[in-house]
């Protein structure tokens, strides 16, 4: 019997490496700000729903967000049913890249984009090109030359780390 075996490209990926950013000098406190690290902490709101909703950690959540998503469109009079809510963007992005990519197709971003870009276009067998920035800014006609048959997702990061 044959093991299984990831699709190709999967290996390939260097897993994130987590934790605080090294600290040039001792003493000083240091935040991860590409992580999504805060020097603030969550917020009182935060802590108080935490707390709300800890005695019910045993449920699953309602799987379309639809409490949320009905709130957002209230609140910036939009259709709920456009409305993609996730765990964060890597969940998102993972989703985007897992529904239009697959072997043989492209996806492009730029030199300085959202390293998931990359991860997500490889995890699902596409190759990911990248158009080259100018000044550390997205460049539209590099990201049009780039575009083939092939291009199926164009990944754009705004605002965008470390730009």
């Known amino acids: 019997m044959s093991r299984p075996v990831p699709k190709p490209g999967i290996l390939d ?6 934790g605080k950013s090294p600290v040039a000098e001792p003493g000083r406190k240091m935040f991860k700000l590409s992580a999504n690290e805060t020097p603030f902490g969550p917020s009182p709101r935060a802590r108080e729903a935490y707390a709300a909703a800890a005695a019910h950690l045993e449920d699953y959540p309602e ?3 639809r409490v949320l998503r009905e709130a957002i469109g209230r609140t910036f009079g939009l ?4 409305i993609v809510c996730g765990a964060g963007s890597d969940e998102i992005l993972n989703l985007l890249a897992h529904v239009y990519l697959g072997p043989g197709d492209e996806a492009i971003s730029t ?3 959202f390293l998931v870009y990359p991860i997500a276009t490889a995890a699902n067998g596409a190759t990911n090109v990248v158009a080259k920035e100018t000044d550390f800014t997205c460049n539209v006609d590099a990201i049009l030359a780039s575009v083939s048959p092939r291009t199926k997702l164009v990944w754009l990061a705004n605002p965008n780390n470390p730009t």
């Open 63 to 65: 799987g379309t967000s």
């Open 79 to 82: 259709d709920p049913a456009r």
């Open 111 to 113: 030199t300085h984009g």
């Open 13 to 18: 990926i260097a897993p994130y490496v987590q």
